[in-house]
């Protein structure tokens, strides 16, 4: 098939609402949105455990988070399909090919994705904000949520890079999920399917979406820090 006349079968299936494809763009945000928000709050909070404390081998700590960054996500998938499966440690679960068991597998990825872009945000923050809260008569927890709010716009940058990270990542979802139809397949693993199998059409259709919500991301997140002239 042509590049242009699959392109073009691919809108003409988006524009027909087709019910299997929108499904499959459901489920990838579904999985994608509640594995991160698993992961958001825990990841801040160690973001900022590590940026606040010292203690013994923080610096590895740090250079252990960072590496984490380039995790292969087929080797967290296959860590995690080992530890769900019937014959693992957490079997009795039942996670393994549901989009529980997924949405868990986002989570470990988009983790250190989140704690990564926090802590650096964190710690490129000016001292002085949190020395001045603590002056003020500002508790521990007053202080974390007043530095959380004037830093709000790094961490939402940190939330946006682990979307990016779980929704367009194949290797976990496919071991975890299964790429089960009408349950466990998500628009990253459908993709591999549908062109492997020539099914180029579906395949495009899957890819203009994925593309479309990365640009929706990214604009909503422009448009909230007031960048680009949006509020000009």
Do not use: C
């Not at 946006?160 to 290797?171: C, D, L, Y």
Request: overall charge positive.
């Amino acid at each position: 098939m042509e590049i242009g006349t699959a392109t073009a079968d691919a809108f003409r299936l988006l524009a027909s609402g087709d019910a299997g494809l929108w499904f499959i763009v459901w489920t990838s945000l579904m999985v994608a949105v509640l594995g991160l928000a698993l992961a958001t709050v825990p990841a801040i909070a160690a973001a900022w455990l590590i940026a606040t404390r010292q203690f013994p081998g923080r610096r590895a700590v740090v250079v252990v988070a960072q590496a984490f960054l380039s995790f292969p996500t087929v080797l967290v998938g296959l860590v995690l399909y080992l530890l769900l499966t019937r014959q693992g440690p957490l079997g009795s679960l039942h996670l393994l090919f549901t989009p529980a068991g997924m949405v868990l597998g986002q989570a470990v990825i988009g983790f250190p994705v989140v704690l990564a872009f926090a802590l650096s945000t964190l710690q490129g923050a000016d001292v002085r904000l949190r020395e001045t809260a603590w002056v003020l008569g500002a508790g521990r927890w007053r202080t974390f949520l007043t530095v959380i709010r004037e830093l709000r716009f790094g961490l939402m940058a940190a939330v946006v890079a682990g979307f990016g990270r779980v929704i367009a990542e194949v290797g976990s979802a496919l071991m975890i999920g299964g790429n089960i139809e009408g349950s466990t397949r998500t628009i990253t693993t459908a993709i591999a399917l549908e062109t492997s199998k020539g099914e180029f059409a579906q395949g495009i259709a899957l890819g203009i979406v994925l593309v479309a919500l990365a640009l929706l991301v990214n604009i909503g997140m422009a448009w909230l820090q007031g960048a680009g002239g949006f509020r000009r």
